[in-house]
T-cell receptor, first 115, second 112 residues
Framework: AQKVTQAQTEISVVEKEDVTLDCVYE???????LFWYKQPPSGELVFLIR??????QNEISGRYSWNFQKSTSSFNFTITASQVVDSAVYFC????????????FGAGTRLFVKA | ETGVTQTPRHLVMGMTNKKSLKCEQH?????MYWYKQSAKKPLELMFV???????ENNSVPSRFSPECPNSSHLFLHLHTLQPEDSALYLC???????????FGQGTRLTVV
């Protein structure tokens, strides 16, 4: 069964601090996809990144970076030099093929960045 | 603007009312989804449509009835709802099930 665990319910940091959001997943499939989405107060989830299970290269995009480790089934997300605009709920998601691709989301981590 | 538009943005309805939520995308996507987001609960997948055919129905009560008349439009018809159905209802679409999804801003539903 698929499962995505975001153990951190809420994180509060001060602006310019680095922060890492954890994501641990469970799947029996060898082919799967992992995602991170950001949900700002306006409500819509915004796509941040997609990784397939065969690509373990870490990725950096500006202040965002992602660490994918299959050995620990983790796909963690780090924001460097956080800013107030980073305040949002962040969701990790897993998609695998079960008679069609099915995506399951983690419970989300609410990030507060204080000025 | 993500390309997925939901209307209305807010809805208050009584338990005996009938209303519909609308979702529209012109991104050329083949799959559309309804999710429910309640306070302090994970995002719950309700329905999936792929090429206008329903492929997933996650044990959603029959008081929620989806409709997908074409690949660009998705509706969620509501009737005789309960107060616990109050939540943010999000629509999403993607090209295929394993690609990134684009979400609408949601309809904040309150059942009184």
């Amino acid at each position: 069964a698929q499962k995505v665990t975001q153990a951190q319910t809420e994180i509060s940091v001060v602006e310019k601090e680095d922060v890492t959001l954890d994501c641990v997943y469970e799947t029996r499939d060898t082919t799967y996809y992992l995602f991170w989405y950001k949900q700002p107060p306006s409500g819509e989830l915004v796509f941040l990144i997609r990784r397939n299970s065969f690509d373990e290269q870490n990725e950096i995009s500006g202040r965002y970076s992602w660490n994918f480790q299959k050995s620990t089934s983790s796909f963690n997300f780090t924001i460097t030099a956080s800013q107030v605009v980073d305040s949002a709920v962040y969701f990790c998601a897993l998609s695998e093929y079960v008679g069609g691709f099915k995506t399951i989301f983690g419970a989300g981590t609410r990030l507060f960045v204080k000025a | 603007e993500t390309g997925v538009t939901q209307t209305p943005r807010h809805l208050v309805m009584g338990m005996t009312n009938k209303k519909s939520l609308k979702c529209e995308q012109h991104l050329g996507h083949n799959a559309m989804y309804w999710y429910k987001q309640s306070a302090k609960k994970p995002l719950e997948l309700m329905f999936v449509y792929s090429l206008e055919e329903r492929v997933e129905n996650n044990s959603v009560p029959s008081r929620f009835s989806p409709e997908c008349p074409n690949s660009s439009h998705l509706f969620l018809h509501l009737h005789t709802l309960q107060p616990e159905d109050s939540a943010l209802y999000l629509c999403a679409s993607n090209r295929d099930g394993n690609t990134e999804a684009f979400f609408g801003q949601g309809t904040r539903l309150t059942v009184v």
